[in-house]
């Protein structure tokens, strides 16, 4: 269970480098702290959770177009008392990285950061995708987020296509 690059682990203390109940929590302490903290926070411990609070669409879909609605994909952060630095990454929906959109952007206690729904300069293809958020804070606490969004390609067509569906529904009923 030690770090596996230690020569000699006699008189290093193991110590919880989050509160998760799995098994793989532990780390060997850190030798700045003599090699063990009684009485304080552990050396290696870190505080992550995946809470979708402090992260949210504010809509979920995007429409990079060009026409004016909702031509970005935007993210509403609000990371309590704590100044961050946020990345996103959008994954496609068979999790395979499409765009590294931000790295470590200074976003304060709350901010908006955004993706324009281009990767290599082309708009994405229409489908789902997860956009997974990951901030730091000044305190070394680190959450994450994945929040799920749809690529329309045209809205006015989609618009079109649900108006029908609808009006069919209503007809059906009688």
Same mark, same amino acid.
């Given at each position: 269970?030690?770090?596996?690059?230690?020569?000699?682990?006699?008189?290093?203390?193991?110590?919880?480098?989050?509160?998760?109940?799995?098994?793989?929590?532990?780390?060997?302490?850190?030798?700045?702290?003599?090699?063990?903290?009684?009485?304080?926070?552990?050396?290696?411990?870190?505080?992550?959770?995946?809470?979708?609070?402090?992260? *949210?669409?504010?809509?979920?879909?995007?429409?990079?177009?060009?026409?004016?609605?909702?031509?970005?994909?935007?993210?509403?952060?609000?990371?309590?008392?704590?100044?961050?630095?946020? *990345?996103?990454?959008?994954?496609?929906?068979?999790? =395979?990285?499409?765009?590294?959109?931000?790295? =470590? =952007?200074?976003?304060?206690?709350?901010?908006?950061?955004?993706?324009?729904?281009?990767?290599?300069?082309?708009?994405?293809?229409?489908?789902?995708?997860?956009?997974?958020? =990951?901030?730091?804070?000044?305190?070394?606490?680190?959450?994450?987020?994945?929040? $799920?969004?749809? $690529?329309?390609?045209?809205?006015?067509?989609?618009?079109?296509?649900?108006?029908?569906?609808?009006?069919?529904?209503?007809?059906?009923?009688?």
């Amino acid at each position: 269970m030690h770090f596996e690059l230690l020569s000699n682990d006699e008189g290093v203390s193991l110590e919880r480098t989050h509160l998760d109940t799995s098994s793989e929590n532990w780390a060997s302490a850190s030798y700045k702290f003599k090699y063990g903290t009684p009485g304080y926070i552990n050396s290696q411990f870190r505080s992550i959770s995946n809470n979708s609070n402090f992260a *949210s669409l504010v809509s979920k879909t995007i429409s990079p177009d060009g026409d004016g609605w909702e031509d970005k994909l935007l993210i509403k952060i609000n990371n309590e008392n704590n100044p961050s630095v946020v *990345s996103l990454t959008i994954y496609n929906e068979f999790g =395979q990285l499409l765009s590294k959109v931000k790295s =470590q =952007q200074l976003v304060g206690v709350s901010g908006l950061i955004e993706w324009d729904g281009l990767t290599n300069g082309r708009a994405a293809p229409m489908g789902n995708y997860i956009a997974f958020v =990951q901030s730091i804070a000044s305190d070394g606490s680190i959450i994450k987020a994945k929040l $799920v969004f749809t $690529v329309l390609k045209n809205n006015k067509c989609v618009l079109l296509i649900i108006s029908k569906i609808f009006l069919k529904t209503l007809k059906d009923m009688g």
